[in-house]
């Protein structure tokens, strides 16, 4: 099972930008679907983006035209490009990684976005 980390989240004021990456073990990132979801408290977790192992994407509705998802297989890397921000987008931000049936999650990082 792939190990992710999560990184680069923080206290953002509304409309500025944060770039969050996850890190993955292995030789096998290059094969995976990856993905960002997010949990708001008192919420449940929800999509944000995934990235297939050919590149390609999707986003959540909420933040479409606002957040980027991309991937370094090179580096076993994933990030979310995340500009203007909104209130509404605190949340524990969670990495995702499925290799058919078998998904990993990473441990979160927190995002706040002050108005």
């Known amino acids: 099972q792939v190990q992710l980390v999560e990184s680069g989240g923080g206290l953002v004021q509304a409309g500025g930008s944060l770039r969050l990456s996850c890190a993955a073990s292995?030789?096998?990132?290059?094969?995976?679907?990856m993905g960002w979801y997010r949990q708001a408290p008192g919420k449940q977790r929800e999509l944000v983006s995934t990235i297939t192992n050919g590149d390609s994407t999707n986003y959540a509705d909420s933040v479409k035209g606002r957040f980027t998802i991309s991937r370094d297989n090179a580096k076993n890397t994933v990030y979310l490009q995340m500009n203007s921000l909104k209130s509404e987008d605190t949340a524990v931000y969670y990495c995702?990684?499925?290799?058919?049936?078998?998904?990993?999650w990473g441990q979160g990082t927190q995002v706040t976005v002050s108005s």
């Open positions: 995702n990684a499925k290799f058919g049936v078998i998904a990993s």
């Open positions: 292995g030789s096998m990132f290059r094969f995976a679907d």
